[in-house]
């Protein structure tokens, strides 16, 4: 049964476990915040569910990430920056470039910092989120293992790659459109096969052509390269499979020839004698600082009109409301805020196992009880 779990319960525990497995703990409480910070907005893919298959299992078990990140700054050149990872935290690492990103536009009023040998690092939203607390536009991406299939094609090629903006307003969040460039992403799937749900038909085309539903053999097929997921407008050209297919390689391309990093096929995570291997990911941050365009203030409140206007028009039959993005995480948090994130059954057990293997014993959950 699914159990609620208070988020300062979690976030604490998330920053312990990554200590005991060599985090630094400035860094372990970095990426917790991050992990906990999707949970509160409703995020699950990306939240407490990701902390054991995609870091604590890389870690310890395939030993293909870096718990200490070494942080390398290779080129600097004013407004810009290039980062090399070293297969460190991809939260420490998305942190702090966002964080050069956003000083380097208080002084030029734009700033982009790009980095490679980085990975997982977390919801994208995170990074543009901070550049909107600092008063500025924010602007992430990042690629990923093989997961796409371009568009008349079957074998997964890009990456889910998110490209995710950040802006301020006038109102109690910022609009933050934060989306893989695939119809479904890899983490949901994940969710639905804890859940033992289906995956809805048309997300993920196999070789042979056709969709495929059955969540746990996805997940597989995406490893063995016998299953890909459909750009966002789906399969082939009718529906616009092919704008998705664009806006994926738009990531793929500033997250990798900027800095030199791997791309596509090379991001499977598996050597040539099938083992596993770091992913080697690139991402990239751009902070924009508006009021060396015009008054924040101004901008906020003429952002804040816009998407009041968008929610005022006019309603299709049957629709109880139109939302602008970054409102429904928004809605999300005030619904959750005092219950805490929802942990299934699946997610207890991975949890359990975690304290039980690192000794964490003064953790007790809700669902214990």
């Given at each position: 049964m699914t159990c609620n779990v208070p988020f300062d319960l979690l976030e604490a525990f998330m920053t312990d476990a990554f200590k005991a497995i060599g985090v630094p703990e400035e860094e372990a409480k970095t990426c917790a915040n991050v992990l906990v910070m999707s949970d509160k907005r409703g995020i699950d893919s990306h939240g407490v569910g990701r902390l054991k298959p995609i870091y604590y299992d890389r870690i310890i078990k395939q030993k293909i990430q870096q718990p200490v990140t070494q942080f390398e700054i290779v080129r600097d050149m004013a407004a810009t920056a290039v980062v090399d990872g070293h297969h460190g935290m991809g939260m420490v690492i998305g942190k702090r470039c966002m964080e050069m990103a956003i000083e380097k536009a208080h002084t030029y009023g734009l700033g982009m910092v790009v980095a490679r040998n980085s990975t997982h690092y977390g919801f994208a939203a995170y990074y543009p989120i901070m550049a909107c607390n600092a008063g500025m536009i924010g602007l992430t991406g990042t690629n990923a293992r093989p997961s796409i299939a371009p568009t008349?094609?079957?074998?997964?090629?890009?990456?889910?790659?998110?490209?995710?903006?950040?802006?301020?307003?006038?109102?109690?969040?910022?609009?933050?459109?934060?989306?893989?460039?695939?119809?479904?992403?890899?983490?949901?799937?994940?969710?639905?096969?804890?859940?033992?749900?289906?995956?809805?038909?048309?997300?993920?085309?196999?070789?042979?052509?056709?969709?495929?539903?059955?969540?746990?053999?996805?997940?597989?097929?995406?490893?063995?390269?016998?299953?890909?997921?459909?750009?966002?407008?789906?399969?082939?050209?009718?529906?616009?499979?092919?704008?998705?297919?664009?806006?994926?390689?738009?990531?793929?391309?500033?997250?990798?020839?900027?800095?030199?990093?791997?791309?596509?096929?090379?991001?499977?995570?598996?050597?040539?004698?099938?083992?596993p291997q770091p992913y080697g990911l690139?991402?990239?941050?751009?902070?924009?600082?508006?009021?060396?365009?015009?008054?924040?203030?101004?901008?906020?409140?003429?952002?804040?009109?816009?998407?009041?206007?968008?929610?005022?028009?006019?309603?299709?039959?049957?629709?109880?409301?139109?939302?602008?993005?970054?409102?429904?995480?928004?809605?999300a948090w005030l619904e959750r805020q005092d219950k805490g994130a929802p942990i299934d059954e699946a997610l207890q057990k991975q949890l359990i196992q975690i304290r039980d293997e690192q000794n964490l014993t003064r953790y007790r959950f809700p669902f214990e009880a």
């Open positions: 008349f094609g079957v074998e997964n090629m890009l990456g889910t790659n998110p490209l995710v903006f950040g802006m301020p307003t006038d109102e109690g969040f910022p609009f933050t459109n934060d989306y893989a460039t695939s119809i479904i992403q890899r983490g949901k799937i994940e969710q639905y096969e804890r859940e033992g749900k289906d995956c809805p038909p048309g997300l993920v085309i196999g070789r042979d052509g056709k969709t495929k539903t059955d969540s746990a053999q996805i997940l597989k097929e995406l490893v063995s390269g016998e299953a890909a997921l459909t750009p966002i407008g789906g399969i082939g050209e009718e529906t616009g499979g092919y704008k998705g297919y664009g806006f994926a390689t738009v990531v793929e391309l500033l997250s990798a020839a900027l800095q030199q990093g791997k791309f596509l096929s090379a991001l499977s995570g598996i050597d040539e004698s099938g083992k690139g991402h990239f941050f751009m902070a924009i600082n508006i009021e060396h365009f015009c008054d924040l203030a101004a901008f906020k409140k003429t952002a804040g009109d816009i998407l009041r206007e968008l929610r005022a028009s006019q309603k299709a039959p049957g629709a109880d409301r139109i939302y602008t993005c970054g409102e429904k995480e928004h809605l």
